[in-house]
């Protein structure tokens, strides 16, 4: 949604109290936001205005282009008791105008929320159209095919990157489209650019706050028909594998109906009622199984006799290694769990795509985390992020891993990231730090090798890989070798995983650092309005004639010892 102004605001001000020309803004944050807009009286304090605001936005979606009003808590005592006084600043495009930190006359500027809060000792709240019951901006008409720009972005001559830019666009800007297509350059997993109306131009869909196609037509050429050796993949993607068995790690899934060329096929593990899977044409042996395509026959393709990776062992001494256990386990998994070196839980998942629920801990992690004991170590939680939906931001998936923890608090924490992850590196960061921000732990990253490409993950700690065992390429210390593990005492399949150092060492090389305690209240003068002093505590004649003593007694064993 785009926003148009209604009050320019005039970042450095004349403002008057009481009939008077302020000349020490200090503590004056909301005349100084009320001046800058030229609106009347908008509350008592910064909080009250933000009461007073009828339309309340507690997110980070704060509109591009435009002066914003921001809100934030600040609680202290400034000679009104101890309350909630608020602070209030200007957001525009990553720019925060707010009244100054010292004794001056000119606004102080920052480039983030997160600065405010430490500055102010302060914590954000959310921004709004008003200034308490004065609207200063409001979300402007546009047309249905019109998107508007979420940051700075590029028009091209194709629907890819390889081109220099065709032309600049500002974000909050508005560019009416006339078209998409489908078969662009993948931006963030999205291969939708958009047809500009005006020149015919292709503009990535994840340059925009809407990324979604309705309303307009699809202006994706009409495809070749596939090669005979060729093959499409299905909507979802095909996962290309390195042995034709859905235990072998996924190398990569393919693009939305991309073609895959083929040089044979072979039979393999049976999936969906077949055993044959598809050869890739390629430097190294791939397969992929034929319920991957829109055309599963192995028509025109020759049949390649594979030897068939040998089975696994049966029964596993669990002592030796570490297992990973969720509610999809039967609840007599419990009994097994202090045979193992280690046990790793799940804590939970919210994604809707696997069927999740928000704020749901899974319902068994803290009856297998009491019979695991002291052979607990670790939770992982399966993310799922969503732009739109501030129900599934990072900072929210954090505060239900968090939650989880609490509950049973584990050595060690992990975030699982599978291949059909939706997420970019700087959600996962935001997670991470998120957590260890509350927990003092550090989320450690499973990943195999399609999300480390996606990503482009420099190093894992636990690493996926059933067609090896103990493998250890990628900087990890933890080696997913199997899922179909059996162990005496439990009759379904379990995932083992092996470590290059060590239940201990992990434990201590990864262990909880300690975490700050923050101030309850302001201890710096900066924090305070003007007009306040941070009070001092008097002393008593009983505590100034102690002090006098002890000077005294001080002074004549200094003097008696310069004597000798």
């Given at each position: ?64 282009g435009?002066?914003v ?8 005592d ?75 972005c ?57 990324k979604?196609?309705h ?14 050796t ?48 598809f ?21 025109g ?26 509610s ?26 696997h ?28 993310p ?16 239900r891993?968090i ?5 049973v608090?584990?050595?060690l ?57 103990k ?17 005496d ?20 090389k ?22 306040k ?17 002890v ?14």
């Open positions: 949604m785009s926003y148009r102004q209604l009050k320019e605001p005039n970042y450095d001000p004349v403002i008057y109290q009481g009939g008077q020309i302020l000349t020490n803004w200090l503590g004056y944050c909301l005349a100084y936001v009320q001046s800058a807009y030229n609106v009347g009286w908008a509350g008592a304090t910064a909080f009250d205005a933000w009461a007073r605001t009828p339309s309340k936005h507690t997110d980070y979606n704060i509109p591009a435009v002066a009003p921001i809100y934030f808590n600040h609680w202290g400034y000679g009104y008791g101890y309350q909630n006084y608020g602070h209030i600043a200007i957001y525009k495009d990553g720019k925060i105008y707010s009244s100054p930190l010292s004794r001056k006359y000119t606004a102080d500027v920052f480039w983030s929320i997160q600065e405010v809060e430490q500055k102010y000792n302060s914590k954000y709240i959310g921004w709004s159209e008003y200034v308490g019951p004065h609207a200063v901006l409001e979300a402007a008409q546009q047309s249905r095919t019109a998107r508007v720009a979420a940051v700075k590029y028009a091209r001559n194709t629907p890819d990157t390889s081109q220099g830019p065709f032309q600049d666009i500002d974000a909050g800007a508005s560019v009416e489209m006339k078209g998409f297509v489908t078969n662009g350059q993948a931006i963030n997993g999205n291969t939708t650019w958009f047809v500009t109306a005006l020149s015919g131009k292709y503009m990535s869909a994840e340059c925009f706050t809407d979604d196609v309303d307009l037509p699809n202006l994706t050429p009409a495809a070749a028909p596939p090669a005979p060729q093959r499409k993949a299905v909507a979802e993607g095909a996962n290309i594998r390195r042995v034709p068995s859905t235990t072998s790690e996924v190398s990569r899934i393919t693009a939305p109906g991309e073609l895959v060329d083929m040089q044979g096929w072979t039979t393999g593990e049976e999936v969906n009622g077949s055993n044959r899977w050869i890739l044409k390629s430097d190294e042996k791939l397969y992929s199984h034929t319920s991957a395509y829109e055309n599963t026959s192995v028509e393709l020759e049949e390649v006799k594979t030897e068939q990776p040998k089975e696994q062992e049966k029964i596993f001494d669990p002592g030796q290694f570490i297992v990973d256990v969720s999809f386990q039967d609840d007599s998994v419990a009994n097994i769990l202090p045979k193992f070196a280690g046990v790793i839980l799940r804590a939970g998942h919210v994604g809707p795509s069927g999740g629920l928000a704020n749901e801990i899974d319902p068994k992690m803290e009856k297998f985390a009491k019979a695991a004991g002291d052979k607990l170590l670790g939770l992982y939680w399966l799922y992020f969503d732009k739109e939906d501030p129900n599934y931001s990072p900072e929210k998936e954090a505060e891993f939650a989880a923890d609490k509950l608090d584990a050595p924490l992990f975030v699982d990231l599978e291949p059909s992850l939706d997420g970019t590196i700087e959600q996962l960061m935001t997670f991470k730090n998120a957590v260890y921000k509350a927990t003092g732990k550090a989320v450690l990253t499973y990943a195999g090798n399609s999300i480390i490409q996606k990503l482009g993950l420099k190093q894992v700690d636990w690493y996926p890989n059933y067609s090896a065992y493998s250890y390429d990628h900087g990890n210390a933890l080696h997913q070798f199997t899922d179909k593990a059996r162990i005492g439990y009759s379904g399949n379990l995932d083992l995983s092996t470590t290059n150092i060590g239940v201990d060492e992990l434990k201590k990864f262990a909880k650092k300690p975490l700050p305690e923050a101030p309850a209240k302001p201890e710096n003068p900066k924090d305070l309005p003007e007009n002093t941070v009070p001092t505590k008097e002393l008593t004649v009983l505590e100034m004639i102690k002090i006098f003593f000077r005294l007694i001080a002074a004549i064993i200094k003097k008696l010892k310069g004597d000798k």
